[in-house]
């Protein structure tokens, strides 16, 4: 050991920051998307088992979750003029509005049958 004194570091981790899980809804109580980030529009804040199981055939009503209780619910995916902006050659890749390729703009649409 030298005679200088040496300085010492203490490295401390990041807080880690809970993510809030946020499922969000248009004015008549259908679900636009699960998110975890700050998007404009209503939400409710909801648990990480209602996050991971993304469910499109439930309603709000009231601030709550409310299970669709029609015969049949079928979610598809369609065209729009807005939504998610996606490649025409392949839909499963997102793209910015700046990218130099064809895009398409995609939504998801529930169907309640019966």
């Known amino acids: 050991m ?7 570091f203490v490295w401390e981790p990041d807080e ?5 899980f946020k499922l969000y809804y248009d004015d ?5 998307c699960y998110s975890c980030e700050n998007i404009e529009g209503n939400y409710i804040v909801i648990d990480a088992q209602t996050y991971a199981e ?10 709550k979750i409310v299970k669709n ?3 049949a619910v079928v979610v598809r995916l369609v065209r729009d003029v807005q939504g998610t902006l996606c490649s025409v050659e ?9 990218d130099d390729i064809e895009k398409q703009y995609w939504k998801l649409k529930v169907y309640e049958l019966g």
Do not use: L
């Not at 008549?28 to 636009?32: L, P």
């Open 16 to 20: 880690i920051v809970k993510p809030e």
């Open 2 to 8: 030298s005679d200088t004194k040496e300085e010492m």
């Open 28 to 32: 008549n109580g259908s679900i636009v």
């Open 69 to 71: 209780f029609s015969n």
């Open 54 to 63: 993304g469910r499109h055939d439930v309603k709000i009503v009231d601030g």
């Open 90 to 98: 392949d839909m499963s890749i997102i793209v910015d509005k700046d």
